[in-house]
């Protein structure tokens, strides 16, 4: 079974630089290839272990998302005490601890070093939408503070979604509303 990784970090930034850029880590390109398709039995534990805590990860940043766009839209119900803020704090601190128990195998460093960086991208989204998201009528200099780290959190999730089997974003770019262009085989 052949996994679609089509949704790229590239695809995800707004800013040409930026799209260029990968992640940073030394280990990068160091399982590509060959190697990046064999995974030991320590690796297959962290895959199983993780992926419950990436989706989690990957929902609460949706969350907050989807949030800063209603506060962007001008929407007067977008305040810290947001039911959905508060949802996301709640996901993130037991996400946080289960990222933080797992051990990961030497495969998965790369991996779990973006779900760590995806981990406190969301919370300094979150800290700064608690400090910032008090006013009705937001404007966007408001949002902007907490649109960045958690711009940093999804692309640290792409970059994850990359380093290993088993662990995937959307491609929002085969949905019904994306514009219309030929289908890619899964």
């Known amino acids: 079974m ?14 040409a630089m930026e799209a260029q850029a990968q992640c940073g880590c030394e280990d990068h390109s160091r399982f590509a290839g060959e190697l990046g398709d064999a995974l030991d039995d320590p690796t297959i534990r962290y895959v199983l272990e993780t992926r419950p805590h990436f989706e989690d990860l990957r929902h609460a940043v949706g969350q907050v998302a989807g949030m800063l766009v209603l506060a962007a839209a001008g929407a007067k119900t977008v305040t810290q005490d947001h039911p959905l803020f508060a949802t996301a704090r709640r996901t993130l601190d037991r996400v946080s601890e289960g990222i933080g128990a797992v051990q990961p195998s030497a495969r998965a460093i790369h991996h779990h070093r973006h779900l760590v960086a995806a981990v406190g991208g969301l919370g300094l989204a979150l800290k700064r939408a608690q400090e910032d998201l008090h006013l009705h009528g937001i404007d966007r200099t408001r949002v902007d503070p907490v649109l960045e780290p958690l711009k940093t959190a999804y692309r640290n999730l792409a970059w994850a979604a990359q380093a290993l089997p088993g662990f995937e974003l959307l491609s929002f770019d085969q949905a019904c509303c994306a514009p219309q262009q030929p289908a890619k085989p899964h």
């Open 2 to 15: 052949a996994i679609d990784h089509s949704l790229q970090p590239d695809r995800l930034i707004l800013h």
